[in-house]
């Protein structure tokens, strides 16, 4: 592991943009099955309670998480954008990944709406995708931010109080 964490270090820009595209590609691609999965349910206007609520929680995470961040900063691609700033408001003093979390919910919901072996399947996949991002995301932070290291010891990845 200790390997892949110096490779991954050692990259040079063009293999961050490329790593970093294909896990942009793979999260949007998943999303897009989830979304096909629901539509029939979503269609007869079957969606349950629970997947309102979590979609609707996951909407307004993610409002929250722009608010909080200054225009031109927000970067689906984990690679910290130039020049950018640390933000640690708003739902960044709590969770680290405030949009992958709220990602999170939008696609528990459609997961849930599907009612599926495949959907589940789908949303699994995708936290992973999302976690990944989110390892490289962290490293390259680490290399931009100096305080970044302190502000992860201070806060969790995607659950508050939690993980």
């Given at each position: 592991m200790?390997?892949?964490r110096e490779q991954t270090l050692n990259m040079n820009d063009r293999q961050r943009l490329w790593l970093g595209s294909g896990l942009v590609l793979l999260q949007f691609g998943l999303l897009a099955v989830l979304a096909l999965l629901a539509w029939p349910a979503v269609e007869q206007?079957?969606?349950?309670l629970?997947?309102?609520?979590?979609g609707g929680a996951g909407v307004a995470l993610a409002l929250w998480a722009f608010?909080?961040?200054?225009?031109?900063?927000?970067?689906?691609?984990?690679?910290?954008r130039v020049?950018?700033?640390?933000v640690t408001s708003g739902p960044y003093?709590?969770?680290r990944h405030p949009m992958y979390t709220a990602f999170l919910l939008g696609?528990?919901?459609?997961?849930?709406?599907?009612g599926s072996d495949e959907a589940w399947l789908a949303w699994w996949a995708l936290s992973l995708v999302l976690w990944t991002k989110s390892q490289l995301e962290e490293r390259w932070l680490l290399q931009?931010?100096?305080?970044?290291?302190?502000?992860?010891?201070?806060?969790k990845r995607f659950i508050p109080w939690l993980y």
């Amino acid at each position: 592991m200790r390997n892949l964490r110096e490779q991954t270090l050692n990259m040079n820009d063009r293999q961050r943009l490329w790593l970093g595209s294909g896990l942009v590609l793979l999260q949007f691609g998943l999303l897009a099955v989830l979304a096909l999965l629901a539509w029939p349910a979503v269609e007869q206007l079957k969606i349950p309670l629970a997947a309102w609520l979590t979609g609707g929680a996951g909407v307004a995470l993610a409002l929250w998480a722009f608010t909080a961040n200054r225009p031109g900063n927000f970067n689906i691609h984990p690679r910290p954008r130039v020049g950018g700033t640390l933000v640690t408001s708003g739902p960044y003093g709590w969770i680290r990944h405030p949009m992958y979390t709220a990602f999170l919910l939008g696609a528990w919901a459609l997961a849930w709406t599907a009612g599926s072996d495949e959907a589940w399947l789908a949303w699994w996949a995708l936290s992973l995708v999302l976690w990944t991002k989110s390892q490289l995301e962290e490293r390259w932070l680490l290399q931009q931010h100096p305080g970044y290291a302190h502000y992860r010891e201070q806060t969790k990845r995607f659950i508050p109080w939690l993980y």
